[in-house]
Every structure is written in structure tokens, then in C-alpha cells.
T-cell receptor, first 111, second 115 residues
Framework: DAKTTQPTSMDCAEGRAANLPCNHSTISGNEYVYWYRQIHSQGPQYIIHGLKNNETNEMASLIITEDRKSSTLILPHATLRDTAVYYCIVHSKAAGNKLTFGGGTRVLVKP | DVKVTQSSRYLVKRTGEKVFLECVQDMDHENMFWYRQDPGLGLRLIYFSYDVKMKEKGDIPEGYSVSREKKERFSLILESASTNQTSMYLC??????????????FGPGTRLTVT
């Protein structure tokens, strides 16, 4: 799986949008971008994934650049419960369903 | 909703003990996984299973074994626990259909301390 680069940490104001960047410049054509988050003392939670097109679900939006070398996870209205470590993962079926978690971005939502 | 449960949230064992960590999922998923998570090292895959009685080594299988006798249950076994196996252990499950890699659903984790 391709390597990803994320900022180590970021703060966000409650009620504002949180934009979490991820670089994956070595991504190949059959690799998907996945986002997970891990709230303190819990297991990771799946958020969203995409291949080429932008995606939106009830939790977040995923914006993937046209060259697919980077993406942004958007939490539209951050709440205090969104405080967590967010992991950007590039993954392909060829990896046999194995996920490679990097360091992630520690997001602190402040009131 | 998918539910992945783990037998214990916290566990304290002595060096040399045999330790069983149990994981159960209720969504008929084919794939099940065991990870460990340590500060500064992130999540690392220990073993995974893509079917009953099938298992594959992950990145750090040494000192561990697994058992999958039923589709919904995946057990991690520490044959002789050592202090360097003190860690957070996370179980996950996923579907295994089609070309798209499916998202993994994680349990709450077991924090194991070996003294």
C-alpha cells in the first residue's frame, strides 16, 4: 500500500468545518483512500473511502484531487465528540484486506 | 450495525501464563483480524483469517497463535506471555466480496498488561 503523510495535530473550533489533509503522492490506480478515526480508548472507526470521485456520507466528505496525489477529509460541523486521531490510509484489494495505519492526525475540537 | 465484541477490556496476566483473547462479530463477515497498538508504533497486524480454520500471518506473528473454529469467533493466543506483549489488542472484521476492499469494523480493544 502507498505511504501517506498527514499533519501530526490540528485544532478546530466547535461548530466550524474541520479540513484534514492527506498526501499520497505514490498512490496507484487501483488503490482507494480510506479514512478512519480513533477516539481515545476505543477501536478505530471507519469514516469514508473513495477512489477518484468525491464522496459524502452522514459523517464526512472526502475530496480527492484530480491527480489523486492528495485528499481532504471534511467534518462539516465539528463537535467535541469529533476529538480523535484521524488516519488516512491508502489500500488496495491486492494487499489482502490488510490495512496499514500511519501516525494519523490528532484533532482537538475546542469549544 | 456491525458489532465486534472482545472478551475483556482490561486484563492483567503474569509472565509465562497462557492468555486467550476472544473476539466475536455478529455480521457474518468472512475476514477477521488481530492487531496490537503501541505508542509511537501505531497499529500492527498480528494475524488475520479469511475463512473458518484459515489463518495468515500478519506483520508481527511471533509469540502469538490464532484459532478460528467458527465464522463469528476469532481467538488470539499468547502461548507464554511476556512483558513485551503488554499492549492494546484490537480485533476487527470485514466482508470479502468483489474487487473493492471493504472497510474493517473494530472492537473496543483489550488492554493487556503482563507483569
Amino acid at each position: 500500500d502507498a505511504k501517506t503523510t498527514q499533519p501530526t495535530s490540528m485544532d478546530c473550533a466547535e461548530g466550524r468545518a474541520a479540513n484534514l489533509p492527506c498526501n499520497h503522492s505514490t498512490i496507484s490506480g487501483n488503490e482507494y483512500v480510506y479514512w478512519y478515526r480513533q477516539i481515545h480508548s476505543q477501536g478505530p472507526q471507519y469514516i469514508i473511502h473513495g477512489l477518484k470521485n468525491n464522496e459524502t456520507n452522514e459523517m464526512a466528505s472526502l475530496i480527492i484531487t484530480e491527480d489523486r496525489k492528495s485528499s481532504t477529509l471534511i467534518l462539516p460541523h465539528a463537535t467535541l465528540r469529533d476529538t480523535a486521531v484521524y488516519y488516512c490510509i491508502v489500500h488496495s484489494k491486492a494487499a489482502g484486506n490488510k490495512l496499514t495505519f500511519g501516525g494519523g492526525t490528532r484533532v482537538l475540537v475546542k469549544p | 450495525d456491525v458489532k465486534v465484541t472482545q472478551s475483556s477490556r482490561y486484563l492483567v496476566k503474569r509472565t509465562g501464563e497462557k492468555v486467550f483473547l476472544e473476539c466475536v462479530q455478529d455480521m457474518d463477515h468472512e475476514n477477521m483480524f488481530w492487531y496490537r497498538q503501541d505508542p509511537g508504533l501505531g497499529l500492527r497486524l498480528i494475524y488475520f483469517s479469511y475463512d473458518v480454520k484459515m489463518k495468515e500471518k500478519g506483520d508481527i506473528p511471533e509469540g502469538y497463535s490464532v484459532s478460528r473454529e467458527k465464522k463469528e469467533r476469532f481467538s488470539l493466543i499468547l502461548e507464554s506471555a511476556s512483558t513485551n506483549q503488554t499492549s492494546m489488542y484490537l480485533c476487527a472484521s470485514s466482508l470479502s466480496l468483489g474487487r473493492v476492499p471493504y472497510e474493517q469494523y473494530f472492537g473496543p480493544g483489550t488492554r493487556l498488561t503482563v507483569t
